[in-house]
């Protein structure tokens, strides 16, 4: 069976798992092609959104939630986009901030007309702020919303 074929059948853990198991040349040039600089980040990225998938699919609670699997950093300057995910007294790695911001980096070149990445940051601008209650919970910063990464794409 081809390979492409082969992949269409897998659930993402399965994929997952596969990409890990990857000789490092072959995962590193499917790394590059997505930005990503090295094969255990993209390893860590691909496990995180199959986590956030499945909190997702079962509809179970996302927000405030402190992620068992959470994406790893990159090193400073590796991607200029998620640079501010590793800015000094960054709150909550394991929050789940940190998996939407990967997951809009990702789309930005898996899918570069998708507009999920505006309409997750539309979602938690609006979010009600109170003392209770306020997107810090999930490890969003101040100001990090208007960062390059949530900056809405303009139309050509």
């Not at 997107?135 to 794409?153: F, H, I, K, T």
């Amino acid at each position: 069976m081809p390979i492409w074929a082969l992949t269409e059948l897998l659930e993402l853990g399965q994929l997952s798992r596969l990409y890990s198991g990857l000789r490092n040349d072959l995962a590193t040039e499917i790394a590059t092609a997505f930005g990503v600089p090295t094969k255990r980040l993209m390893a860590s990225w691909i496990a995180t959104v199959n986590y956030v998938r499945n909190i997702a699919a079962h509809h179970a609670r996302l927000f405030n939630r402190k992620l068992v699997i959470s994406p790893k950093r990159p090193k400073p300057g590796q991607v200029p986009l998620l640079d501010h995910l590793g800015q000094l007294g960054a709150p909550k790695q394991f929050g789940s901030y940190n998996a939407l911001a990967v997951m809009a980096y990702l789309l930005k070149t898996a899918a570069p007309t998708a507009n999920w990445p505006d309409r997750v940051a539309s979602h938690l601008r609006q979010f009600p702020r109170n003392t209770a209650l306020d997107v810090g919970s999930m490890g969003v910063a101040e100001g990090w919303l208007d960062e390059p990464l949530w900056r809405p794409r303009v139309s050509k």
